[in-house]
């Protein structure tokens, strides 16, 4: 079975029950790379910014609440098979499901660039508080959406969008 990894921030990690967060890395690597989480909340309710190091692709996970990580590796696949539909990115579901597997939290591996990149995405989620406002008022598809088109040097100024398309490709996870 595959096994993805999210490499927590400092601050999810005192949140996150120090059961659930692994202290082994698989040998195996995963076909879309590690990727990273931290933690912001909107209305006092959790949510997650997770992103891949590979494509700098992001997910917001939204609403979680304690007892919602033990079930991580389906709320996952599930908002990333979403955001992949709301995107128009085309891809084999269930290779997407095979490829990701179940998921993995292990301590923060201090990846500055992508804990950069993360901090750039939470002043954008930041301002957005306040056009927004609650937390029933976020459409987080569209705003993964809006996360997902903002090009990057990293990626030869391609969007996120762009290389979650060719990862895709490249890893035969598309039709």
Same mark, same amino acid.
């Given at each position: 079975?595959?096994?993805? #990894?999210?490499? @927590? /921030?400092?601050?999810?990690?005192?949140?996150?029950?120090?059961?659930?967060?692994?202290?082994?890395? @698989? +040998?195996?690597?995963?076909?879309?790379?590690? !990727?990273? =989480?931290?933690?912001?909340?909107?209305?006092?309710?959790?949510?997650?910014?997770? @992103?891949?190091?590979? @494509?700098?692709? /992001?997910?917001i996970l939204s609403g979680l609440t304690k007892s919602d990580f033990e079930?991580?590796?389906? %709320?996952?696949?599930?908002?990333?098979?979403?955001?992949?539909?709301?995107?128009?990115?085309?891809?084999?579901?269930? /290779?997407?499901?095979?490829?990701?597997?179940? +998921? =993995?939290?292990?301590?923060?591996?201090?990846?500055?660039? +992508? %804990?950069?990149?993360?901090?750039? +995405?939470?002043?954008?989620?930041?301002? !957005?508080?306040?056009?927004?406002?609650?937390?029933?008022? !976020?459409?987080?598809?569209?705003?993964?959406?809006?996360?997902?088109?903002?090009?990057?040097?990293?990626?030869? !100024?391609l969007y996120p969008k762009e290389r979650m398309k060719i990862l895709l490709? #490249?890893?035969? =996870? /598309?039709?």
């Amino acid at each position: 079975m595959n096994v993805t #990894e999210i490499y @927590t /921030s400092k601050k999810l990690e005192t949140i996150i029950h120090q059961s659930l967060i692994k202290t082994e890395s @698989t +040998i195996k690597r995963n076909a879309f790379g590690k !990727w990273n =989480a931290t933690v912001f909340f909107i209305s006092r309710k959790k949510c997650l910014l997770v @992103t891949n190091s590979i @494509t700098r692709y /992001s997910l917001i996970l939204s609403g979680l609440t304690k007892s919602d990580f033990e079930n991580l590796s389906e %709320i996952f696949i599930n908002t990333f098979i979403d955001q992949l539909k709301t995107e128009e990115i085309p891809f084999n579901e269930l /290779s997407v499901r095979t490829l990701i597997g179940k +998921i =993995a939290l292990h301590k923060t591996d201090n990846d500055r660039t +992508i %804990i950069g990149n993360q901090n750039y +995405i939470l002043r954008y989620i930041d301002d !957005w508080k306040y056009e927004f406002g609650s937390f029933e008022n !976020w459409d987080f598809r569209n705003i993964n959406k809006r996360l997902n088109r903002v090009p990057y040097k990293q990626l030869g !100024w391609l969007y996120p969008k762009e290389r979650m398309k060719i990862l895709l490709e #490249e890893i035969k =996870a /598309s039709p």
